[in-house]
């Protein structure tokens, strides 16, 4: 059983299109990281979240942790082909847990 | 600096066969782990280490040992590799520990086992 489950696995969309990827848990987490992994690499942190209900933006990608720390998403505004890759949320309880991941392809 | 650094990059063994995969970091980090990255999984932690002479067991520990007798290097071993063990291996390493800290990955290690 998965502790974080991840949705959508798979998303494809055009360029200029806005995306939300989830990332919820039945556990409450101390604090909730999401990673970009493009192919070949390992993956990058891009953000940590800590407090319930913050909401951190990072140019065109805004995250969110649910208030209860157990959930989180990442919403992507006006998505480019730069933007394809693999998203991976992770929580800490004590270790890092992550997610199946999403893997996003936006094409031109 | 070279951040942390994995090798090799590809491995193709025979089921049985042993071998290690090398993982050094030149950031003074404190904290090394191993995971596993399977298709629709995500990374699952194999095992860790807060700092020289100790480690521990992450969620998939069977099967492979790691020593960290040093606090530049991390190696994995697979005692008799098993074709349930093909995965791509990431190194990662932090300051003092996941939380607070960025946790750096290497760049992967690719084994298939046949």
């Known amino acids: 059983t998965q502790l974080l489950e991840q949705s959508p696995q798979f998303l494809s969309i055009q360029e200029g299109e806005n995306l939300t990827v989830y990332c919820n848990s039945s556990s409450v987490f101390s604090s909730l990281q999401w990673y970009r992994q493009e192919p070949g690499e390992g993956p990058v942190l891009l953000v940590t979240v800590v407090t319930g209900g913050e909401v951190k933006k990072l140019k065109r990608l805004t995250f969110q942790f649910g208030d209860a720390r157990k959930d989180s998403s990442l919403h992507i505004t006006a998505a480019q082909p730069g933007d394809t890759g693999l998203y991976l949320c992770?929580?800490?309880?004590?270790?890092?847990?992550f997610g199946q991941g999403t893997e996003l392809s936006v094409k031109p | 600096n070279a951040g942390v650094t994995q090798t090799p990059k590809f491995q193709v063994l025979k089921t049985g066969q042993s071998m290690t995969l090398q993982c050094a970091q030149d950031m003074n980090h404190e904290y090394m782990s191993w995971y596993r990255q399977d298709p629709g999984m995500g990374l699952r932690l194999i095992h860790y280490?807060?700092?020289?002479?100790?480690?521990d067991q992450g969620e998939v520990p069977n099967g492979y040992n790691v020593s960290r007798s040093t606090t530049e290097d991390f190696p994995l071993r697979l005692l008799s590799a098993a074709p349930s063990q093909t995965s791509v291996y990431f190194c990662a390493s932090s300051l003092t520990g996941v939380g607070a800290n960025v946790l750096t990955f290497g760049a992967g290690s690719r084994l298939t086992v046949l």
């Open positions: 280490s807060v700092g020289a002479g100790i480690t």
């Open positions: 992770a929580g800490v309880k004590g270790k890092l847990i």
